[in-house]
């Protein structure tokens, strides 16, 4: 039987109502999903088909997390293609790039930072350092994604998030850090787009990933404006076991199989912007959302995982 999914999507193509109302019937499907067939552009900010494209290739060579991604592996890796705002998707004043490898164990994810003066305030753990200038990485699963951020002091902010109307069927629920009647649980609608078309979430920020490692590499000196600084590079480590809630609602595989697909997102928040006539929203993304708001995983660039340890 054909997939209903992939008929809507020929259907959707399809600008002859008659022809459209034909092949509902033969696939057996009600005429009103013709009409109820929503486009894109209505659905979310950016256009989900649009998003980046990116491989994350394997790789055998032990990793140190230092932050200086100095080994060969990083050396080698496929570095993506500079950072673009988040609303407009043009390019960006500094330069930003992110490269992921993985293995059995883990996957690693790397930044390379230009900043001409690097600038940190906040060292305790999950302090609002996007009120400073800050690296993320957000991770989807079918029904919760993980947000991570971290500054040039290496201080980490995360957080989980689950859909609300997979939240007690996923057993979410039940789980101590993630249960709503823990003080650090709480309802979520979004940061710029409250109007997802699967409601609200409920965020966690009693989650810890397990066994998650981080380091950041200064070029130059932190909070120190007398002298220009190259910028700095952050090396992040997330252990596979430790994603199991994302893998929960539709049981992917951990580690990942070759050629299976993750949504993550790549970004970067600056305190400053460029300056006039440039609309620079002081966020900067691999894969632009059309909106002031991380929280949208339709946006998040494909990530495909390959066995591979380089491109052919």
Same mark, same amino acid.
């Given at each position: 039987?054909?997939?209903?999914?992939?008929?809507?999507?020929?259907?959707?193509?399809?600008?002859?109502?008659?022809?459209?109302?034909?092949?509902?019937?033969?696939?057996?499907?009600?005429?009103?999903?013709?009409?109820?067939?929503?486009?894109?552009?209505?659905?979310?900010?950016?256009?989900?088909?649009?998003?980046?494209?990116?491989?994350?290739?394997?790789?055998?060579?032990?990793?140190?997390?230092?932050?200086?991604?100095?080994?060969?592996?990083?050396?080698?890796?496929?570095?993506?293609?500079?950072?673009?705002?988040?609303?407009?998707?043009?390019?960006?004043?500094?330069?930003?790039?992110?490269?992921?490898?993985?293995?059995?164990?883990?996957?690693?994810?790397?930044?390379?930072?230009?900043?001409?003066?690097?600038?940190?305030?906040?060292?305790?753990?999950?302090?609002?350092?996007?009120?400073?200038?800050?690296?993320?990485?957000?991770?989807?699963?079918?029904?919760?994604?993980?947000?991570?951020?971290?500054?040039?002091?290496?201080?980490?902010?995360?957080?989980?998030?689950?859909?609300?109307?997979?939240?007690?069927?996923?057993?979410?629920?039940?789980?101590?850090?993630?249960?709503?009647?823990?003080?650090?649980?709480?309802?979520?609608?979004?940061?710029?787009?409250?109007?997802?078309?699967?409601?609200?979430?409920?965020?966690?920020?009693? =989650?810890?990933?397990? &066994? #998650? $490692?981080?380091?950041?590499?200064? !070029? @130059?000196?932190?909070?120190?404006? /007398? +002298?220009? %600084?190259?910028?700095?590079?952050?090396?992040?480590? =997330?252990?596979?076991? &430790? #994603? $199991?809630?994302?893998?929960?609602? !539709? @049981?992917?595989?951990?580690?990942? /199989? +070759?050629? %299976?697909?993750?949504?993550?997102?790549?970004?970067? =928040?600056?305190?400053?912007?460029?300056?006039?006539?440039?609309?620079?929203? @002081?966020?900067?993304?691999?894969? /632009?959302?059309?909106?002031?708001?991380?929280?949208?995983?339709?946006? =998040?660039?494909?990530?495909?995982?390959?066995?591979?340890?380089?491109?052919?």
């Amino acid at each position: 039987m054909l997939n209903p999914e992939l008929a809507h999507r020929c259907i959707a193509r399809i600008h002859n109502g008659l022809l459209k109302a034909s092949l509902l019937s033969f696939l057996g499907l009600p005429l009103a999903a013709a009409a109820a067939e929503p486009k894109v552009a209505a659905k979310f900010p950016c256009n989900p088909e649009e998003a980046a494209h990116y491989t994350a290739y394997r790789t055998h060579e032990a990793i140190s997390v230092d932050g200086k991604l100095d080994e060969k592996c990083w050396k080698e890796a496929v570095r993506s293609p500079r950072f673009v705002d988040i609303i407009s998707g043009k390019p960006t004043m500094y330069d930003t790039r992110v490269a992921a490898l993985w293995d059995e164990k883990n996957l690693y994810v790397g930044y390379w930072v230009e900043e001409p003066n690097v600038q940190a305030t906040f060292k305790d753990y999950n302090s609002p350092i996007y009120y400073n200038n800050d690296v993320e990485v957000f991770i989807a699963g079918k029904d919760a994604y993980y947000e991570f951020e971290i500054n040039a002091y290496n201080t980490v902010y995360e957080a989980l998030f689950m859909w609300q109307d997979t939240y007690e069927k996923t057993g979410y629920s039940e789980v101590p850090e993630l249960k709503r009647s823990n003080p650090k649980v709480t309802g979520f609608n979004g940061v710029g787009f409250t109007t997802h078309p699967r409601g609200p979430r409920v965020g966690s920020w009693d =989650f810890r990933f397990p &066994g #998650m $490692k981080t380091a950041v590499h200064i !070029d @130059g000196t932190l909070n120190d404006d /007398k +002298d220009k %600084d190259r910028g700095w590079t952050v090396e992040l480590c =997330f252990p596979w076991e &430790g #994603m $199991k809630h994302l893998a929960k609602g !539709d @049981g992917r595989a951990l580690p990942p /199989k +070759d050629g %299976d697909i993750w949504r993550i997102d790549f970004s970067r =928040f600056n305190q400053y912007k460029a300056p006039a006539p440039a609309k620079d929203s @002081g966020g900067w993304f691999l894969s /632009k959302h059309g909106v002031w708001d991380s929280h949208v995983p339709e946006c =998040f660039p494909y990530v495909h995982f390959s066995q591979k340890e380089k491109p052919e």
